[in-house]
């Protein structure tokens, strides 16, 4: 079983519609990362989490929001999705002084 | 505030050659330095890092990296490319000590030709 779980793995969806992202884990980090990979631009910070009560915001917060439901979830939703946001997204996690442990992604496409 | 370079989106190499991927990073802050590997449709997986001590790190595969302060880089490097290392390659710096809020390059496709 994988440690960070993304679901759904894929997904298409049509501009103005709501979409959710959500990550569980079970590595028991209480750091949790929200990053988009876009083609020639590497990875960049959505949203991070120290824990349940801490929310930041990263490089690309806008257009987007997060919900930590629990040290093991952490979730991303854009409200109203436009195509531009159409990516590779990925969910990470990590203790302090640990590399972040990346999710298997969630490609996607808004048409 | 942090920021990766790496030289070169694509690198070609034949099999059993050296691997050289370049990169630069800048950092007001003592770095903590990553490379990641990106295989088709998969995760980032981590190849290897360095926060602090020895400046040449090993990780896995047989890639290993050197941090030079003095040039502000940490090239990823390889004795012998194998056909298994075709993949997308990730620098990564983040700031010493706190938060593993990484910054990461915009990635080198490394093709391997037989």
């Known amino acids: 079983d994988a440690d960070v779980t993304q679901t759904p793995r894929n997904r298409i969806t049509k501009t103005g519609k709501r979409i959710m992202l959500e990550c569980s884990q079970t590595k028991g980090h209480d750091r949790m990362y929200w990053y988009r990979q876009d083609p020639g631009l590497g990875l960049r910070l959505i949203y991070y989490s120290f824990d349940v009560k801490d929310i930041n915001k990263g490089e690309i917060s806008d257009g987007y929001s997060v919900s930590r439901q629990a040290q093991a979830k952490f979730s991303l939703s854009l409200e109203s999705a436009i195509p531009n946001q159409t990516a590779l997204y990925f969910c990470a996690t990590s203790v302090q002084g640990t590399a972040p442990f990346f999710g298997q992604g969630t490609r996607l496409t808004v048409v | 505030a942090q920021s990766v370079t790496q030289l070169g989106s694509h690198v070609s190499v034949s099999e059993g050659a050296l691997v050289l991927l370049r990169c630069n990073y800048s950092s007001s802050v003592p770095p903590y330095l990553f490379w990641y590997v990106q295989y088709p449709n998969q995760g980032l997986q981590l190849l290897l890092k360095y926060t602090t001590g020895a400046t040449l790190v090993k990780g896995i595969n047989g890639f290993e990296a050197e941090f030079k302060k003095s040039e502000t880089s940490f090239h990823l490097t390889k004795p012998s490319a194998h056909m298994s290392d075709a993949a997308e390659y990730f620098c990564?710096?983040?700031?010493?000590?706190?938060?593993?809020?990484?910054?990461f390059g915009q990635g080198t496709r490394l093709t391997i030709n037989p």
């Open positions: 990564a710096v983040s700031a010493s000590g706190g938060a593993q809020k990484l910054v």
